[in-house]
């Protein structure tokens, strides 16, 4: 069984910086692609990034680009998103998924981030 | 890059068909057949129902269906049930390597 699981998520000032975490298992991680999808409550779903799946490209979110890295150790099965210059409007569950034919075929359950002073 | 367009409701009553519509661009929906759908309930994880325009993952049932002219592609859910109700997202592969989403529908069953 697949499996996603977030972790990192929590509150923080605006200017400051927060690693979210997603731990894989259930699949070959390192031959996938993965991705970071955040969503404000109340609101719609937003692409933030992706990583290929031995590393080596990445891309982002204009709104994001030069504060947040994706990384990944696919010895750990896990993938990173440091997230630095947290603005207000940063706040938002942030969810990871697994790639297929470039969809979203598995996520995980989400970790909240909370960027407020 | 900007959201694709979705009706912000739809609604249906038990046993008849709906169609959500996603409007994209040339860069995006038109470009690419790799169009995405998402089920999202009320406190949960989205939940891809409809990959590639018109393919259903394993277990999805085949009440979902997709396709796509032009910039638009559509989603039908026909025989609407009560567990349908809940927000649908379209989601675009984009040049460049990066995704959009719409801003989502909410389904309503009357």
């Known amino acids: 069984e697949v499996q996603l699981v977030e972790s990192g998520g929590g509150s923080v000032q605006p200017g400051g910086s927060l690693r979210l975490s997603c731990a894989a298992s259930?699949?070959?991680?390192?031959?996938?692609?993965m991705h970071w999808v955040r969503q404000t409550p109340g609101k719609g779903l937003v692409w933030v990034s992706y990583?290929?799946?031995?590393?080596?490209?990445?891309n982002y979110a204009d709104s994001v680009k030069g504060r947040f890295t994706l990384s990944r150790d696919n010895a750990r099965n896990t993938v990173y998103l440091q997230m630095n210059r947290l603005r207000a409007e940063d706040t938002a569950v942030y969810y990871c998924?697994?790639?297929?034919?470039?969809?979203?075929?598995?996520w995980g359950q989400g970790t909240l981030v909370t960027v407020s002073s | 890059q900007s959201a694709l367009t979705q009706p912000a409701s739809v609604s249906g009553s038990p046993g008849q068909s709906i169609t959500i519509s996603c409007t994209g661009g040339s860069s995006d929906v038109g470009s690419f057949n790799v169009v995405s759908w998402y089920q999202q309930h009320p406190g949960k994880a989205p939940k891809l129902i409809i990959y590639e325009v018109t393919k259903r993952p394993s277990g999805v049932s085949n009440r979902f269906s997709g396709s796509k002219s032009g910039n638009t592609a559509s989603l039908t859910i026909s025989g609407l049930q009560a567990e349908d109700e809940a927000d649908y997202y379209c989601c675009s592969f984009v040049a460049g390597v990066t995704w959009v989403f719409g801003g989502g529908a909410k389904v309503t069953v009357l």
């Open positions: 990583i290929n799946n031995d590393g080596t490209s990445t």
């Open positions: 259930g699949f070959n991680f390192n031959t996938f692609w």
């Open positions: 998924a697994r790639d297929i034919a470039n969809s979203f075929f598995d």
